[in-house]
Every structure is written in C-alpha cells, then in structure tokens.
C-alpha cells in the first residue's frame, strides 16, 4: 500500500467550488497514479478552517469515489497559513512510486515538484495594479514583485545625491555603485507587501511620494537602469512562483510568462484613485496637479524607446474602471483557474 498526497486551493468557501476543487484534484491523483477506483483503499481530508461550506469527504463521494472510505479533517487557524486549502492523503495498492499532485495556489507548497508559475500585470499609473496584483499573490501564495518600486528606489538614490534622472551619465555613475535588493518578510508579506532596499536601507515608505513617481519614470527610461533591474526581476521570477506588476513584464521582462494582463482606465478614474491614496497618506496633492501628472508620466513611459508601456500582443486587457479591486483580482483568478 503507497499513500499519495496532494493539494489544492479554491477561489472561495463555497460548495460548488469545495465539490469542484476535490474532483479535479482526485481526478489528477487518479490519472496521474494510474489508479482504478478498486486500488483506493481510503481518502483522507483536511482542510483548513475557511472552508465551512462542505465536506471534501462529501464532495469527493458525489464525485464518485464511494468505493472506499473517507475522511474529513479542519486544520488549525496558522498565521501566514496558505488560505482555503484542501489537502488530501490517498491510500492505494499500487506498485509504482506514488507521484504526488498539487494543484492551483498548493502548487507553491511543493516548489520541488511543482512547475513554476509567473504572472504578469502590466499597466499605467493608477489602473490598479499593485492592489490586484497583492491580492492574486496572497490568494494563490506567491510572491508579489512589485518592479516599479524597484525604479523608484534608483529615484531615491539620484535625489539624495543632487543627480538629474534625465542625465543618463551621472546617473549611471550613481547607480552603477548602488543596490538595490527586494526582500520578503513572511509576516509583512501576507498581504503582498514587499521590502525594498536601496544599500541595505528599507526606503519602501520614503519611495511613495509624487516627486519619486515622476523621477522613477525618468531614469526607467535609461538603458543602465533598465538591464540592472531587469536582471534582479529575472533572477527572482526564475526562482520564485510570482506576480509581478510593471510596465514591461509581459513584452520584456518575462515574455514567456504563464499568464499575462494589462490592466487599464481612463485617466479620470486612474488620477481620481491616486488623488484618493495620496490623500490617505496625507499627501494633499490637487486633482488637476495629479492628473496632470499622471498623463506626463504615461507619455514618458509609452514613449520611451527601450521597453515602453505597452500591451503585450497575448495579454489580456482588463478594463478596471468599473470595477474595484476584488472584483478585478476575482475576475483575473477566474480566468487564472481555466487556465484562461
Ligand atoms: O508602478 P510605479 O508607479 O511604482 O512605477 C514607477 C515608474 O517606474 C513608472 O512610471 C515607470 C517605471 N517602471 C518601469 O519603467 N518599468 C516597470 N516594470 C515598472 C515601473
């Protein structure tokens, strides 16, 4: 007797999504085990306790597992835990090596046997992005690579140093000596948060202000920043299960990424939203100005001639000016589990 173990993770507590989620994960153990319903000898489940709506037990016996006994088990509430997860444990007569399966967001549980999964979020300022993208991360537990503060952080290191982001010579000679490095605290980055380091120094909070936006978009535009940043996105994503959000991920960064979105809205509701987090961070920065802003800022990024903003040819464009961000991030996981 061999005992198979697998995982899934669903989009929300619900029956339809319990009884859907335990079929496609048994259906996978079967077909990738090459198990007959004769050969299981019992299923075993334990999920954790966001999943209140049904019992995989249940779910897996309406899929037709009844010749064999089942289980159910709720796990312990653990901080940082993966959410609204089914794992499962088959025990079966068979002779080959059991070959695991985990499905969806559980594929991060087993980065030694899972494929890797990278997700691109493209976009311009303000189209919701970042909140989407943190959102999916934490949703599917992957890393969440914010890129734009990675420039903001190259920003930060001119400013202090009295440098113009547009002159590209003295901006190499700066930046050619900083670091920039991003970091993951397991606590902090539950909700997608990201530390960025500019020479060991967390500037995560002092790159959020409207002058860094502006200078960011400036030296992205430089062909030295870009190939020093791009390399760091490149070694985390190959590395790491990710979503990343920029501006050039899906035609450049990672054109090969599994899954690829632009997000996008007018430039009313993209400076509205601004204006509206500018002002919960008690920066009080007029509409008009911020508008102003952020048309500038999407010339300077769609023009510039090295990777400019733009969508990627097999991206799909999601219009968020409807929308809020759950129901955008809702709307790109459902795509996401189809496997689009
Ligand atoms: O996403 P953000 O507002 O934090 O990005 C700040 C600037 O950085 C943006 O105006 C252009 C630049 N950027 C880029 O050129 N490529 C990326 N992948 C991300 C950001």
Redesign the pocket.
Known sequence: MKAIRGATTILKDSGDEIKAGVKELLEKIKTVNNLSDENIICIMFSNTSDIRSYYPAKAAREAGFFNCALFSSLEPEIDGALKLCIRVMVLAEIDNEPKQVYLNGAENLRKDISKRLNIAI?GP?GSG??TVSKIIAAKLNLLYL???????ACALACIRSNVDCSNEEKVKNILKDVEIDVKYDAVRNVGGAQITYLNGEDVSDKIRTPEI?MQ??IV??HEFV?VK?VEI?RRIAANNSCVL?????GTN?LPDADFKFYLNASDKVRAERRTAENRAKGINQPFDEVLDEIKR?DK??KT?KI?P?IKAENAIEVDTGSMNADEVASYILMLIQKGI
């Open positions: 493209d300022a992005k970042s914010d890129t734009g503060a990675m420039y903001r936006s960011a978009s992205s535009a870009r940043m996105q959000d920029g501006r050039d991920i960064v800022r300077q990024d510039r990777a903003l």
